[in-house]
């Protein structure tokens, strides 16, 4: 008798949740698409920022890196008067290093009878 109450109980409860949840049903699609409404907003808002982000640091970025990329330029130009003689003498180096020798002479042959 006791386990036919709980049942008779359990399908009460299932037809009250079901009722209530159809009940429901229209006020949770409202709140969803509340929620998906607001979340595509900021989707896109979000985009539209990295976009105009990433815009505005490629018009920043680039002259300053003309800018420096110029001022390496006129740096290595400046130097060169004082690196050309080390240049010079590491040249002169590297040709004494890299000269050729001259081939030593063979002994002459020795002949075959007096081995």
Not at 1 to 23: C, E, H, K, N, Q
Not at 77 to 90: D, H, I, Q, R
């Amino acid at each position: 008798m006791l386990s036919g109450l709980f049942s008779l109980i359990g399908a009460v409860f299932l037809l009250m949740l079901l009722v209530a949840g159809t009940a429901v049903l229209p006020a949770m699609f409202a709140l969803f698409a509340v929620a998906f409404a607001l979340w595509l907003v900021f989707a896109v808002l979000g985009l539209v920022f990295r976009i105009l982000g990433a815009v505005i640091v490629g018009l920043v970025a680039l002259p300053l890196v003309l800018v420096g990329a110029g001022l390496a330029f006129a740096f290595g130009l400046a130097l060169v008067p004082l690196v050309l003689p080390l240049l010079f003498v590491a040249l002169i180096v590297w040709l004494v290093a890299r000269k050729p020798r001259p081939v030593a002479a063979l002994p002459p042959p020795v002949p075959a009878a007096s081995r």
